[in-house]
């Protein structure tokens, strides 16, 4: 997989993310965005995962926080 067809999967992964914690589904913008960093290891884009981990966490993060 080159690097601009890896740039498209993870776009792709972002946006759904974001259209699910957009409608206020955070546990299932969660579950993408896992999915997204379980992708990226396994194309060895240790960067990558580490964004798509970050953003799980501020997702988790403000899931749990009171508004």
Do not use: C, W
Not at 22 to 48: P, S
């Amino acid at each position: 997989m080159n690097a601009a067809e890896k740039g498209q999967r993870y776009a792709k992964i972002f946006r759904k993310a974001g259209a699910y914690l957009g409608k206020g589904n955070i546990a299932r913008a969660i579950e993408v965005l896992k999915a997204g960093e379980t992708l990226a290891r396994e194309l060895g884009d240790l960067a990558m995962a580490r964004r798509f981990a970050a953003d799980a966490a501020r997702a988790s993060h403000a899931a749990e926080t009171p508004r």
